[in-house]
């Protein structure tokens, strides 16, 4: 029997495409660096603000990257929200799902999430919220999914993850957890969605 269900951030409940794109170029130009490519993008995208980073600087042998990152926890992300899009039924399904189940978040954010639910007032729906900050390892590690199956005192079959990159693949796999699919119609996943409720029709949900 379902009783959790998690979610990831970037590109499920946001799209965050354009925001991340915004928000690495400034990065990079602050820098006197060239724009990303669309290679770039896909990979900041899934992976966590360290790693981006390190990817996208990484042909900069002359780069001081602790200045990079001194500039990048500087920085107010605030001007980034205008460009995150919430899913147009997320708060819909929410609505739907806080009656019926516990509701947590596993994401490669770091201290950006939490300043980012409350912008967008969703603060409110979850009992537990796991970034890269505060997992002991960041995903594709089960590491976060762990600790908040423990917060919710359910197994992993009594949970399922929404994502939509492979590193959620990997994530969920090493949890031994279903996958939602979230507008990633070629991503292997237990289940395949284009829009939040169409979830509520899926199998886990209708037992």
Do not use: W
């Amino acid at each position: 029997m379902l009783k959790l269900i998690i979610f990831d951030c970037d590109g499920v409940m946001f799209d965050s495409r354009l925001a991340n794109r915004e928000y690495y170029n400034h990065l990079l130009a602050h820098f006197g660096r060239p724009l990303m490519d669309e290679d770039e993008l896909s990979y900041v995208h899934m992976h966590n603000v360290r790693e981006s980073v390190h990817h996208i600087f990484r042909h900069y042998a002359d780069q001081n990257m602790g200045d990079v990152d001194i500039y990048r926890k500087a920085l107010d992300y605030a001007p980034f929200f205008r460009f995150m899009q919430v899913e147009k039924d997320l708060v819909r399904f929410l609505e739907y799902a806080k009656k019926r189940y516990s509701l947590a978040i596993s994401t490669n954010r770091t201290t950006t999430m939490m300043p980012l639910l409350k912008e967008f007032h969703l603060q409110g729906y979850f009992s537990k919220v796991m970034t890269a900050d505060n997992a002991k390892r960041p995903k594709p590690a089960p590491d976060a999914l762990f600790e908040i199956l423990d917060h919710a005192g359910c197994r992993a079959e009594e949970a399922i993850y929404i994502g939509d990159s492979i590193i959620d693949r990997q994530h969920t796999r090493a949890a031994d957890m279903r996958l939602i699919a979230f507008k990633s119609p070629t991503l292997p996943a237990e289940f395949h969605v284009s829009g939040f409720m169409e979830i509520c029709s899926l199998p886990p949900f209708i037992e």
